[in-house]
């Protein structure tokens, strides 16, 4: 360092300072000056003791700024502490501060970013050291999880005051607006607002409720919880099996399971809404809490000991103190009566007046065409009931697919109308009255089976029964006269008299008898054959016009003579005979083979005896007999009557003729029967 004067040093030029360039030093007690470079006072800063280097050196003392800032590049570190305890520095974007800082002031800071430095294992922000910090502020490298961390509950306050706003007791309880939580979230709110959950999401946020991981329920936007496209201004609440509803310190009310079905009073619901009530009580809308069954606006429900009916019985019952009426609404857009039960128990149906028959209980059915009423299978209508007149609606009307079929009795069939309209009475099938009961055919045929047969009773006057038709036109009754039945036609009929045993011809129009008004046959409408176990009157009623017997037959004959005998062939020894009424009248061809010393008297046996009160024995017998072949009196003779049952034979001479070994008689009389 040269002594200079001030006018002797070199001007400096240029805007930075070079080693070269010279400042002047003032060394007091020699009261002289001396120039120095710049690169001679680096030169002595760096080899002087109580100077800080640039690089290598360690500062004592303090180091005071005013007006001034310590200036750091990118990545220069402010390294404090023996082991590079603290470090602060800029990485280029971001200010960092590794190491732990013990902060015993108050720090103001719009940001403050604590980290771990690369490999280590926390960064922390501590309001105390040790393990008896009240709160500190820990980041975890490893896990990537920061923590705040208080040695009792952690308060956070906020607002004028600082009052405490949340809590996290050490138990892990938090209290939002409250400081003693009891649940893992407890939120105390001064007003309606306790909780709110929002989100930009267009579709709305939910609530999951989950248990170690797994899906338990949800609640918030339909359109994030529910199947399809929802609105996503519904709110749904979800259950992933069951929906529970519980009061009364955990006690289940409702549930709603994971099928679908509500459960009321029960947890096993078998239906879309399932109620049970021990009390018997199960809907009950009244005008006060206490109010009984006659004020109550509506009660549904099981019966009570307040209602008739068993326990278990479906009770709805209307408010009953003023007779009101069960209404129910339907419509599009706007609801109308469709149907009521009023007080006395009617039910309409398109009325809001059913018809109070005195002693009945009504149904009605009200429309324009009248009323119906139908019976379905799925889509499918299988009967009708209604009104078939549908311009006026008065006539009745029963239909059914296939037959309509009536029961009494329980499950007993009593009647049935086909599909072929066939009306069948107490049977199921048509058989042509093979088995009991009636068969109404829809062709007008009638079929009745029974072991009794049918009844049909006309009460009051005499006179038809039954009326039988043609085309409109009467051919025919079956009536009753009196006890006894009447069977005909018009004037023709007759009549069944049971109490004389007998039938009388009779006219059936006027129930009135006739006397020899109208034939039986006709000469070519013959009857064939007549049994009679009595008479007929012919011509007249007296006992002379009784013919009571016809009979025809044959009777093998004897040969009787005075004395010796006579043999009738027996291949012709045949008489025939007619019975007509009392005479016998006989024919026949008598044939004689042999002879044993014939004399006397000639007769043959006759079939019947003969009748021998008459007083002349020429009138007990007439007719003709032939003789041919006999030794004396040949030729004809006649028969009469000498004894009851034998005719004897003379000649017109009244000789007695003798027959041969071979001779005929040919027979041709007639006699009346004892």
């Not at 009392?582 to 008297?601: A, H, L």
Request: aromatic content about 6%; hydrophobic content about 35%; charged content about 15%.
């Amino acid at each position: 360092m040269a002594d200079k004067k001030i006018t002797e040093l070199t001007n400096i030029t240029g805007a930075n300072l070079v080693d070269a360039d010279e400042f002047v030093v003032v060394d007091i007690s020699a009261d002289e000056t001396k120039a120095i470079t710049l690169g001679e006072l680096k030169e002595a800063f760096d080899s002087g003791s109580g100077f800080v280097r640039i690089t290598g050196d360690t500062m004592t003392g303090d180091l005071a700024l005013s007006g001034a800032d310590v200036t750091f590049g990118d990545n220069d570190k402010a390294i404090f502490g023996a082991g590079s305890d603290l470090q602060i520095y800029s990485d280029g974007t971001t200010g960092q501060i590794t190491g732990n800082v013990n902060i015993t002031g108050t720090l103001t800071s719009d940001g403050l970013t604590v980290e771990a430095t690369s490999g280590g294992s926390t960064g922390v922000i501590r309001s105390a050291a040790g393990s008896n910090s009240a709160l500190y502020l820990d980041t975890q490298d490893t896990s990537s999880v920061s923590y705040i961390t208080a040695s009792g509950s952690l308060g956070i306050a906020t607002g004028s005051g600082t009052p405490e706003r949340m809590r996290i007791t050490q138990a892990g309880l938090v209290g939002i607006g409250t400081s003693s939580p009891s649940y893992k979230a407890d939120i105390l709110s001064t007003n309606q607002y306790a909780l709110r959950l929002n989100t930009t999401d267009a579709d709305g946020c939910f609530l999951a409720i989950q248990t170690n991981g797994t899906a338990k329920g949800y609640l918030g936007s339909s359109h994030h919880l529910v199947v399809g496209t929802p609105s996503e201004d519904d709110i749904t609440l979800r259950a992933e099996n069951n929906l529970q509803f519980a009061t009364g310190g955990g006690s289940e009310r409702m549930r709603i399971d994971s099928s679908g079905n509500v459960g009321i009073g029960t947890s096993s619901p078998t239906s879309k809404l399932t109620v049970n009530d021990a009390n018997g009580i199960a809907i009950r809308v009244g005008d006060i809490a206490s109010a009984p069954v006659s004020q109550t606006a509506v009660y549904i429900g099981a019966s009570t000991s307040a209602l008739s009916g068993g326990n278990g019985d479906l009770v709805l019952i209307p408010r009953t103190s003023d007779s009101r009426s069960i209404l129910f609404y339907t419509g599009s857009g706007t609801a109308a009566e469709r149907m009521r039960i009023d007080a006395s128990g009617n039910v309409g149906i398109g009325t809001s007046s059913p018809v109070n028959n005195s002693n009945r209980t009504t149904l009605g059915l009200q429309g324009v065409w009248g009323g119906q009423l139908d019976i379905m299978v799925g889509s499918t209508v299988h009967a009708q009931f209604g009104t078939d007149n549908f311009s006026s609606g008065q006539s009745a009307r029963i239909q059914s697919q296939d037959g309509i079929v009536f029961k009494t009795n329980g499950n007993n069939e009593r009647m049935r109308i086909d599909s072929s309209g066939n009306l069948l009475v107490g049977k199921t099938v048509l058989d042509f009255g093979a088995t009991a009961g009636q068969e109404f055919r829809s062709d007008g045929r009638v079929f009745i089976g029974s072991p009794d047969g049918a009844f049909v009773n006309r009460i009051g006057s005499d006179g038809s029964i039954i009326g039988f038709r043609k085309d409109g036109t009467t051919v025919g009754s079956i009536g009753t006269s009196g006890v006894d039945l009447t069977i005909g036609t018009g004037d023709v009929g007759l009549k069944f008299n049971d109490a004389s045993n007998r039938i009388d011809p009779w006219n059936v129009t006027t129930n009135t008898s006739v006397d020899g008004a109208f034939d039986l046959g006709k000469t070519d409408r013959r009857f064939k054959d007549l049994y009679l176990s009595g008479g007929v009157y012919l011509g007249g009623t007296g006992s002379a016009n009784k013919l009571d017997d016809y009979e025809t037959g044959y009777h093998q004959t004897t040969i009787q003579m005075g004395s010796g005998s006579a043999t009738a062939n027996s291949t012709n020894d045949l008489l025939y005979y007619t019975i007509i009424g009392n005479m016998c009248f006989i024919t026949g061809n008598i044939g004689i083979n042999s002879v044993s010393s014939p004399s006397g008297t000639l007769s043959f046996t006759v079939p019947f005896a003969i009748e021998t009160s008459l007083s002349k024995t020429s009138e007990r017998a007439a007719g003709t007999v032939h003789l041919n072949g006999f030794s004396s009196e040949n030729g004809s003779g006649i028969g009469f009557i000498e004894t009851g049952s034998a005719v004897y034979v003379k000649t017109y001479a009244r000789n007695n003729p003798v027959p041969t070994g071979a001779c005929e008689m040919h027979i041709n009389i007639f006699y009346p029967i004892a």
